[in-house]
């Protein structure tokens, strides 16, 4: 538990059913005359999707606007330097990002190149953005990474596979949009993907040495409204219900991880996801029942706390007993909504396990986790997840 700590809150975020008419009026109070959108092209292509939605309430609000639609899933330094060019050459003064974790990176890198040099890998780490970003708005159409309101920004590097994390409280969007009308149509292979993703969001804070009170509170509520909500978004996606709570379960998520940080879940799915470009929330998903049972002897009790949130009964049971629950309720979980077991399903090779195990300890996730492990440790949980059926 940190006893000193400066506290991060997204400064407004609009949520419901329409909310996205607002984005025009919004980008007129920001000064913005001309803005980038920086969305992909499958979204771009959607009829009255998130990004046309975006455009008709800026041309009703009378503000102008060029489109990069090149953002790829674990967007590259390729993608930051492109949309920069679109940036530049259409002489835009604001920045709204359209889609899931990936558009928002892009969105945050591209403004972190603008305005504090071009080599996005010098400023790798935490609070190194010496000047503010251009004026930034998310539209989320994922629930979730909570990127539309985090200080992080993920990118690979598309030469050595690498994927590092740029944070910064800069990096916020000034204003973020959820509105899950614009998430109906997710397939449940990703509306299953991006819910493990909240759900590890929610767990790793829960038990990172960075904790306190408030982001715990952020925690409990996120992992209740996951275990109550994410099987039946991946079965019915059109239950608007269901939807709506997994899009709070993902903003609590990512107020909680904003300021508590993550774990070896993360800094581990990094280097998967660098890698193999396997999608982040299934990494994730993989990774978490492993990552966490080696947890479990650096904070049992806060184990045994999270198997009664996640409503499993653990009366009369010993804290480690009760600890090992929580592990069987975070497998049942990706089980139940379709995750793979085993990191081969998405690629690995046991020969890249100790490199990526090396880099994995430099991430800067990997420092928050409750248990110190060697190299040696990851290695065999990559292993372990490996031969996990
Ligand atoms: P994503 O943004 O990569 O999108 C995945 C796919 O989903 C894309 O093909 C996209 O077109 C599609 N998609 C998005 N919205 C859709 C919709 N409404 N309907 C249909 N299809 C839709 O997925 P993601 O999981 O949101 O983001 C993953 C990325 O975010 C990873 O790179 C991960 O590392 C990063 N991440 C960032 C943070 C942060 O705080 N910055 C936190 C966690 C993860």
Redesign the pocket.
């Given at each position: 538990m940190k006893e000193n700590f400066d506290f991060l809150m997204p400064s407004v975020n609009f949520f419901g059913a329409g909310v996205i008419k607002k984005i025009g009026q919004r980008a007129k109070m920001l000064n913005m005359t001309k803005v980038m959108i920086v969305?992909?092209?499958?979204?771009e292509s959607?009829d009255n999707?998130?990004v046309k939605q975006t455009l008709a309430s800026l041309d009703e609000a009378g503000v102008d606007y060029a489109v990069y639609n090149g953002?790829?899933?674990?967007?590259k330094i390729r993608n930051i330097q492109e949309a920069k060019k679109v940036y530049l050459e259409n002489g835009c003064n604001g920045i709204i990002t359209v889609?899931?974790?990936?558009?928002?990176?892009t969105g945050?890198g591209t403004g972190i190149i603008l305005t504090n040099g071009d080599d996005i890998t010098k400023l790798a780490g935490i609070e190194t953005l010496e000047n503010a970003l251009p004026p930034l708005m998310a539209v989320?159409?994922?629930a979730?990474?909570?990127?539309e309101?985090?200080?992080?920004?993920?990118?690979?590097n598309q030469e050595t596979h690498l994927?590092f994390?740029v944070v910064s409280w800069r990096?916020i969007p000034l204003v973020s949009f959820n509105d899950p009308m614009?998430?109906?149509?997710?397939?449940a292979k990703?509306t299953a993907?991006?819910g493990m993703?909240t759900f590890v969001?929610a767990i790793e804070p829960y038990v990172s040495t960075n904790r306190n009170a408030i982001t715990d509170a952020q925690c409990v509520g996120a992992i209740q409204l996951v275990e109550s909500n994410l099987r039946e978004a991946v079965a019915n996606g059109h239950n608007v219900e269901a939807r709506s709570n997994m899009v709070q379960a993902e903003m609590l998520g990512?107020m909680a991880?904003?300021n508590a940080d993550l774990g070896y879940v993360?800094a581990m799915?990094?280097q998967l996801?660098g890698q193999y470009d396997a999608?982040?929330?299934v990494c994730c998903a993989i990774l978490l029942p492993i990552v966490e049972e080696y947890n479990i002897v650096a904070c049992p009790e806060r184990f045994a706390e999270l198997a009664d949130i996640m409503g499993e009964n653990t009366e009369g049971l010993s804290v480690r007993d009760a600890a090992q629950l929580s592990i069987k309720a975070m497998r049942q979980m990706a089980d139940d909504v379709g995750i793979p077991r085993s990191i081969k399903e998405i690629g690995a090779k046991s020969e890249d396990f100790e490199l990526m195990a090396e880099n994995a300890l430099k991430d800067g996730n990997a420092f928050s986790n409750p248990r110190k492990g060697t190299k040696q440790d990851i290695i065999d949980l990559f292993q372990k997840s490996y031969d996990a059926k």
């Amino acid at each position: 538990m940190k006893e000193n700590f400066d506290f991060l809150m997204p400064s407004v975020n609009f949520f419901g059913a329409g909310v996205i008419k607002k984005i025009g009026q919004r980008a007129k109070m920001l000064n913005m005359t001309k803005v980038m959108i920086v969305t992909d092209k499958f979204l771009e292509s959607v009829d009255n999707g998130p990004v046309k939605q975006t455009l008709a309430s800026l041309d009703e609000a009378g503000v102008d606007y060029a489109v990069y639609n090149g953002v790829e899933p674990n967007p590259k330094i390729r993608n930051i330097q492109e949309a920069k060019k679109v940036y530049l050459e259409n002489g835009c003064n604001g920045i709204i990002t359209v889609g899931g974790g990936s558009a928002h990176d892009t969105g945050k890198g591209t403004g972190i190149i603008l305005t504090n040099g071009d080599d996005i890998t010098k400023l790798a780490g935490i609070e190194t953005l010496e000047n503010a970003l251009p004026p930034l708005m998310a539209v989320n159409t994922t629930a979730g990474t909570g990127s539309e309101l985090t200080r992080h920004c993920v990118i690979t590097n598309q030469e050595t596979h690498l994927k590092f994390v740029v944070v910064s409280w800069r990096n916020i969007p000034l204003v973020s949009f959820n509105d899950p009308m614009l998430m109906l149509d997710v397939p449940a292979k990703l509306t299953a993907a991006t819910g493990m993703d909240t759900f590890v969001q929610a767990i790793e804070p829960y038990v990172s040495t960075n904790r306190n009170a408030i982001t715990d509170a952020q925690c409990v509520g996120a992992i209740q409204l996951v275990e109550s909500n994410l099987r039946e978004a991946v079965a019915n996606g059109h239950n608007v219900e269901a939807r709506s709570n997994m899009v709070q379960a993902e903003m609590l998520g990512g107020m909680a991880f904003n300021n508590a940080d993550l774990g070896y879940v993360h800094a581990m799915a990094h280097q998967l996801g660098g890698q193999y470009d396997a999608p982040h929330g299934v990494c994730c998903a993989i990774l978490l029942p492993i990552v966490e049972e080696y947890n479990i002897v650096a904070c049992p009790e806060r184990f045994a706390e999270l198997a009664d949130i996640m409503g499993e009964n653990t009366e009369g049971l010993s804290v480690r007993d009760a600890a090992q629950l929580s592990i069987k309720a975070m497998r049942q979980m990706a089980d139940d909504v379709g995750i793979p077991r085993s990191i081969k399903e998405i690629g690995a090779k046991s020969e890249d396990f100790e490199l990526m195990a090396e880099n994995a300890l430099k991430d800067g996730n990997a420092f928050s986790n409750p248990r110190k492990g060697t190299k040696q440790d990851i290695i065999d949980l990559f292993q372990k997840s490996y031969d996990a059926k």
